[in-house]
C-alpha cells in the first residue's frame, strides 16, 4: 500500500503521552511494550478505532480463560488489555500528525476508547469474583468499577472541576511527588485497577478485589467532596 507520509523507524516512534501528562506507571509498566503494538499498527496503516475493538474482544477472551480455570492467562490477558487500550492512543497522536482530524472524528476516537474500556471489563470483575467463590464481592467490585467511571462526569456537576483536579495535583500531593521524584499523574487510573485485577486473578485471591473496592469507594468520596467544596 502506498503511503503518503513516512513511518518513523521504532526507535523514533515517541507518541506516548509525556511523563507529566500519563499515568505515573505507565511509562515503567505497559507503555514500553505498547509501542511495539502501536508501531504496528501505523506501519500497516490501521486506524486507532480498529486497534480500540482489540479490548473488548481480549477481555471476552479473558472470562473465558476464568471460566476454564486458566487463571495465569487470565491475568496474562488482563495485562494485555492494558497495552491494546494504551496502544490506540498512541496510534491516534500518530495519525494527528499526518492528517488533521475533525471534532467528530476526534469525538468519535474518545468514544470508542472510552465504551471499548467498560464494555466487557466490568464482567471480568465480576467473572473473577464468581469464579474465586465470592459472588458478593464480585458484585460490590463490579459496582465499584461503575462508580469510579461515573465520577469521570463530575464535570457535569461541578463546574470547577478542571481547577480542582489542577490544586489537588500541584497541592500536597504534588509536593508527595516533587520529593520522591514522581512524574506524571497519581491517582487510581485505569492502569492500576488493571494492574490490581491482574494480581486478582494471578494468585488466585478476593484480597485484591477487596483492595480494588476500598480504593474505588475511597477515591469517588473523596473527590465528591472535594469538588463539591
Known amino acids: ?135 458478593f464481592v464480585g458484585l460490590l467490585t463490579m459496582l465499584s468499577f461503575f462508580l469510579i467511571n461515573l465520577s469521570a462526569g463530575y464535570g457535569l456537576l461541578f463546574t470547577n472541576k478542571k481547577e480542582k483536579s489542577k490544586s489537588i495535583q500541584d497541592g500536597i500531593l504534588g509536593r508527595i511527588k516533587k520529593k520522591l521524584g514522581i512524574r506524571g499523574t497519581v491517582g487510581f487510573s485505569g492502569d492500576i485497577q488493571k494492574h490490581i485485577i491482574a494480581l486478582a486473578l494471578l494468585f488466585q485471591t478476593t484480597i485484591f478485589l477487596w483492595i480494588y473496592f476500598v480504593l474505588a469507594m475511597v477515591v469517588v468520596l473523596t473527590k465528591f467532596y472535594l469538588y463539591s467544596e
Request: aromatic fraction near 16%; hydrophobic fraction near 50%; charge should be positive.
Open 1 to 135: 500500500m502506498k503511503r503518503d507520509y513516512k513511518i518513523p523507524r521504532f526507535k523514533d516512534f515517541k507518541f506516548a503521552k509525556s511523563r507529566d501528562e500519563g499515568d505515573f506507571l505507565a511509562p515503567y509498566t505497559n507503555r514500553p511494550i505498547s509501542k511495539f503494538i502501536s508501531w504496528t499498527f501505523v506501519h500497516f496503516s490501521l486506524c486507532a478505532e480498529l486497534l480500540a475493538l482489540f479490548t473488548p474482544i481480549v477481555d471476552l477472551i479473558t472470562i473465558y480463560w476464568i471460566a476454564s480455570g486458566n487463571w495465569i492467562l487470565a491475568a496474562i490477558f488482563v495485562e494485555l488489555s492494558l497495552l491494546f487500550d494504551s496502544a490506540d492512543g498512541e496510534v491516534a497522536r500518530f495519525r494527528t500528525t499526518i492528517k488533521k482530524r475533525t471534532e467528530q472524528q476526534n469525538a468519535y476516537g474518545a468514544y470508542m476508547d472510552s465504551m471499548a474500556g467498560v464494555l466487557i471489563f466490568p464482567i471480568v470483575i465480576f467473572t473473577a469474583g464468581l469464579s474465586m467463590g465470592n459472588m
